[in-house]
């Protein structure tokens, strides 16, 4: 039975500063799946296939088994807290002032690196519908992708989740068709069978996948735009898991049969569009042109929806001051904090320069790993009559997201740590410098 927790002392609105609560379990679960049903299945199966070869199938159960114990430890801080800032709020309530720091940051630049790789991901499919395969194109494309969508998050959340709600819907057609039509061929002859790669590559692989399950974050962090949160939170966050892990499980087998694991993994860093590698294999009329309209839908969404989690968390942190004050300011007329939208999605832009997929999903990777450790931390720290799960949900979701976190490429995993620290470093010195704040 989830614990009774005390009303909020002031009623959000746009003319106070706050947002409006018009998010209920539909537009929750659709929020979910639009962050999820995008650059992780559209993208990163591919990468991970290439890593991890075969395994890929197993190593996408242990990251959803990963993401329901980090969900279900998000679900009980949400529905305990729900605002807006996730993590970052849950840290600084139950962890510490620089615990609570390093989740808001670490959790600025796994989504913006996320954000970053489904602008290019929605370029490269864009692209070879198009037949053009060049490298200035595919960023060109990318930043101007992130540029449009963020001014249509700039309009507020009402615009954003009825743009949402048409592109997961055209996402799952397309996925759908691409995975029946691959049924023919997964019969007759079955997974290829290739040698195993090892623990490594398959733990890393799964780091990998693991960041295509975070979708349900973007709920918790819109706590104070949804209805009912200790009731819409949690089931919306246990719908999206589930749903996406079968859908994933079938893409991933589709691309693995048609293509093999090496060329599947080749496509998504050559192209940044390898579902679409997989559908011109299957030589079904139409089928890539349509793989591809789903896939341009679907990173859109991504790009939405994370561009809108990234400038709540923005907007979390600013009413703090561990970010520029005016970064705080909502608009009475949208309910939109328009300042901190633009931040986010010029650096998602800056990101997206630099052009390479497999960086900014594998250095996703490491850092939202280390953003729900604290997640799971946090929920740890809950007292008995704040917690709605037993303790070893969030132990064991602390211990696989630290255990995941140092199989990443190790190419970002150096700058990765520096980012983190310099990040920590300079709220400390910001904060001996200024004590009164926080």
């Not at 990163?44 to 290439?50: D, E, H, R, T």
């Not at 996730?86 to 609570?100: A, C, D, K, M, Q």
């Not at 494309?141 to 959340?157: L, Q």
């Not at 691409?178 to 623990?199: D, F, K, N, Q």
Request: charge should be positive; aromatic fraction near 6%.
């Amino acid at each position: 039975m989830i614990p009774r927790v005390p009303p909020m002392t002031t009623t959000p609105s746009a003319a106070e500063g706050r947002l409006r609560r018009e998010v209920g379990l539909p537009g929750a679960v659709l929020l979910g799946l639009g962050s999820m049903v995008g650059t992780g299945v559209f993208v990163s199966v591919g990468i991970a296939a290439g890593v991890a070869g075969p395994a890929i199938l197993a190593a996408t159960l242990l990251a959803a088994l990963v993401a329901i114990l980090n969900g279900l430890s998000s679900a009980q801080l949400a529905a305990a807290h729900p605002v807006s800032g996730g993590t970052y709020e849950y840290g600084y309530r139950w962890l510490s002032p620089v615990l609570g720091f390093s989740a808001g940051w670490t959790f600025l630049l796994a989504k913006t690196a996320s954000a970053a790789t489904a602008a290019l991901g929605l370029s490269g499919y864009l692209l070879d519908m198009l037949s053009v395969q060049t490298r200035p194109w595919r960023v060109s494309i990318a930043v101007s992708a992130a540029i449009a969508v963020t001014a249509f998050v700039a309009g507020g959340i009402r615009r954003s989740n009825r743009g949402n709600a048409v592109v997961v819907g055209v996402a799952l057609c397309g996925l759908v068709l691409l995975v029946a039509a691959s049924v023919p061929t997964l019969v007759s002859g079955g997974l290829p069978a290739e040698p195993s790669r090892g623990l490594g590559p398959f733990l890393e692989a799964s780091a990998l996948m693991f960041v295509a399950f975070t979708g349900y974050g973007r709920i918790a962090t819109l706590g104070e735009e949804v209805r009912e949160p200790r009731r819409v939170i949690p089931r919306a966050i246990v719908l999206t898991t589930a749903a996406v892990t079968l859908l994933y499980l079938g893409v991933a087998a589709a691309g693995v049969g048609v293509l093999g694991a090496a060329a599947f993994g080749e496509a998504a860093e050559a192209t940044a569009a390898p579902l679409e590698t997989v559908a011109r294999a299957l030589d079904v009329p139409f089928l890539p042109e349509l793989v591809a309209v789903a896939a341009v839908a679907a990173m859109t969404g991504v790009l939405l929806n994370l561009v809108l989690g990234l400038s709540r968390v923005v907007l979390a942190m600013a009413r703090r001051g561990d970010a520029p004050r005016f970064l705080s300011r909502v608009d009475a007329v949208n309910a939109s904090p328009v300042a901190s939208v633009w931040a986010c999605g010029a650096a998602v832009a800056a990101l997206a320069l630099i052009g390479d997929v497999r960086t900014t999903w594998s250095f996703s990777a490491f850092t939202v790993l280390v953003y729900y450790a604290l997640t799971n931390l946090a929920a740890l720290r809950m007292k008995a009559n704040e917690a709605i799960f037993p303790r070893w949900i969030p132990a064991l979701g602390l211990t696989a997201c630290l255990s995941l976190a140092f199989w990443v490429d190790p190419r970002v995993l150096l700058p990765g740590l520096a980012a983190l620290g310099a990040g920590v470093f300079a709220h400390v010195l910001s904060r001996r410098k200024q004590p009164h704040r926080g």
